[in-house]
């Protein structure tokens, strides 16, 4: 019995001996309880779901600040082109003397004829006339001992309420043409009555003074582009 015994008692020690083995192995492969904070039923994030860490900079500034960063940048704003330069004073031999009447008719698109002093009166009715410069209208010059019979000009461009530039033809120079005449009012209340025309060939102003009778205005939709006047 004591041999029966002993070795029941080694087969016992045995079991025991495989049965403690047996737990040590499944206590290794097991989760550990304390590293998922969940027990052991949590189950483990995938790599890819794992968010990344904000860097320092990131973290310091605001989430409204972060979004604006990939905004694209607006464009730089253009400066505005430079106006043209205006062109110089010029006189342009013509294929034929030409007389300020018709080179004016021409321009304006103001059907008159006559003198040219003689417009003033036979616009009355037919066009709008005033004291004030427009571009595309016809200014009158009165009849003088110079202008025996008058003068007309097209006014190209206003610069200011007491400068404009003209075309015109014949002003004192045997039918050739005048471009980009500038023409200065001189009159003392500003209402155009007597003006001071450039004199080209001189490149100055003329000093002598010569009494108006105002403006011609074309009918709407008649004014040419007066900058790039042809001959």
Excluded at 97 to 115: D, F, H, M, T, W
Excluded at 134 to 139: C, D, E, K, T
Excluded at 156 to 170: C, G, P
Aim: hydrophobic residues 40%; contains cysteine; positive net charge.
């Amino acid at each position: 019995m004591g041999c029966r015994i002993g070795g029941l008692s080694f087969l016992a020690g045995g079991r025991a001996f495989s049965l403690g083995l047996l737990l040590l192995l499944g206590a290794c492969a097991a989760p550990q309880s304390g590293a998922s904070g969940a027990g052991e039923s949590a189950a483990v994030t995938p790599r890819a779901q794992i968010p990344r860490p904000l860097t320092t900079q990131q973290v310091a500034r605001p989430e409204a600040q972060r979004l604006t960063e990939v905004t694209p940048a607006g464009l730089t704003a253009l400066p505005p082109p430079p106006a043209p330069a205006r062109p110089r004073p010029a006189i342009v031999r013509a294929k034929r003397p030409l007389q300020c009447v018709p080179y004016a008719r021409e321009l304006s698109k103001i059907a008159l004829r006559g003198n040219a002093w003689t417009w003033w009166q036979k616009a009355e009715g037919r066009y709008e006339r005033g004291s004030a410069p427009r571009v595309g209208s016809v200014l009158v010059l009165s009849k003088t001992r110079r202008l025996r019979l008058g003068h007309l000009a097209v006014v190209a461009e206003v610069v200011n309420s007491r400068e404009i530039i003209v075309h015109q033809a014949n002003w004192l120079n045997r039918g050739q043409i005048h471009r980009y005449t500038p023409v200065r009012d001189i009159s003392k209340n500003n209402d155009w009555s007597v003006v001071r025309v450039w004199y080209t060939p001189g490149q100055q102003m003329g000093s002598g003074h010569y009494p108006a009778y105002g403006f011609i205005y074309p009918e709407t939709g008649e004014t040419p582009e007066l900058r790039q006047a042809a001959n």
